[in-house]
C-alpha cells in the first residue's frame, strides 16, 4: 500500500492508495516542525480508527511538497515508520516535459496536478488550483506542462482586507444571495466571492484565446467547490486530482511495485 503526502502551505494531505486507488484521506495544517515521531502517532490512530491497517501495512511513500523545511520529518517517517526511501516529487517526473524558461522554478503541486489532470482528462488542460494562491495551469495535448498563471488565493485575499482595512471584520467564504451587499459582510462577501468568480472566468478566457483552441477546464483545490454552480467556466470539479497524480508518479518511478 502507497502513502500519499502532498504538502501545501496551509495544509498537509495523507492519502492511502491501494491497487491505484486512494481508500482514505486525511488533512492536517501544515508545519514543518512535527516530527516523524508525531506523525507517525497521528497517521497510525487515524488509520487504526478507519480499519484501514497499521503503518506496517506501508510498503512505499511518495511526497510532493511546496515547504522544503517539511521533507526533513517526512524522510524521517518512512525511514523509521515505513522502512522504505520515499519518492519525491522534482521536476524531473518521468513522462512529463517541463515547457516553461527555467523548469526547476515548477513547483511540484502544480506539476503533480498536471499529471493527474492529463491522466484523467487527456489535453489540452486549464487546471484552476484554489488554495493558499489560486494557480491556473496549462497542461498541453501531450501531457507537457507549459506554463500558467498564479495569483492570491482567497482565503489570502479575505486576510488581507481584514489586517489592512481597520474596519472591515474577518468574514466567512460564503456565496452571497445577492450581488449588492446591504452591509458591510455582505459587500465583502460579494466582492471577495463574485470577485474570485470573475477572476476565474477572465483569466480563462484569457488563456483560452492566447492558446488558440479548445481546452478544458479541471478545478481542483481546498476552496473550488465553492464554485460549483456559479460559473460555465469549469467543466469538471476534482477534488481527487493531487492524489491522482500522486498515484500516477509512484507508479512511474516504481514501475514493479
Known amino acids: 500500500m502507497l502513502l500519499a503526502v502532498d504538502v501545501g502551505n496551509t495544509n498537509t494531505v495523507f492519502a492511502l492508495v491501494r491497487d491505484g486507488e486512494a481508500i482514505a484521506q486525511w488533512r492536517t495544517a501544515t508545519a514543518p516542525q512535527r516530527t516523524a ?15 484501514q491497517g497499521a503503518l506496517t501495512d506501508l510498503s512505499a511513500c511518495i511526497v510532493s511538497t511546496v515547504v522544503p523545511q517539511a521533507l526533513f520529518n517526512l524522510r524521517n517517517l518512512a525511514r523509521r515508520y515505513l522502512n522504505c526511501e520515499p519518492m519525491i516529487v522534482g521536476p524531473d517526473i518521468p513522462g512529463i516535459e517541463v515547457r516553461i524558461e527555467r523548469p526547476s522554478e515548477a513547483g511540484a503541486d502544480r506539476l503533480v496536478g498536471a499529471v493527474g489532470g492529463f491522466v484523467a482528462y487527456g489535453g489540452p488542460l486549464i487546471i484552476v488550483d484554489s488554495g493558499t494562491a489560486t494557480t491556473f495551469d496549462v497542461v498541453g495535448t501531450d501531457g507537457a506542462f507549459e506554463g500558467g498563471v498564479i495569483a492570491p488565493g482567497i482565503n489570502l485575499s479575505v486576510q488581507a482586507l481584514h489586517t489592512a482595512a481597520a474596519r472591515l471584520p474577518r468574514i466567512e467564504i460564503a456565496r452571497p444571495d445577492r ?16 470577485g474570485y468568480v470573475g477572476l476565474i472566468e477572465g483569466l480563462i478566457g484569457r488563456i483560452k484565446a492566447e492558446y488558440g483552441r479548445p ?19 469549469i467543466d469538471h470539479f476534482d477534488p481527487d486530482l493531487t492524489i491522482r497524480g500522486l498515484t500516477e508518479i509512484a507508479r512511474r518511478l516504481a514501475p514493479d511495485e
Open 179 to 194: 450581488t449588492i451587499g446591504t452591509g458591510t459582510v455582505e459587500a465583502m462577501q460579494s466582492g471577495v466571492f463574485w
Open 215 to 233: 481546452m478544458t477546464v479541471v478545478a481542483t483545490g481546498g476552496v473550488s467547490s465553492l464554485f460549483r454552480g456559479a460559473t460555465d467556466a
Open 37 to 51: 515521531d508525531e506523525y507517525a502517532v497521528w497517521l497510525s490512530q487515524l488509520m487504526a480508527m478507519g480499519g
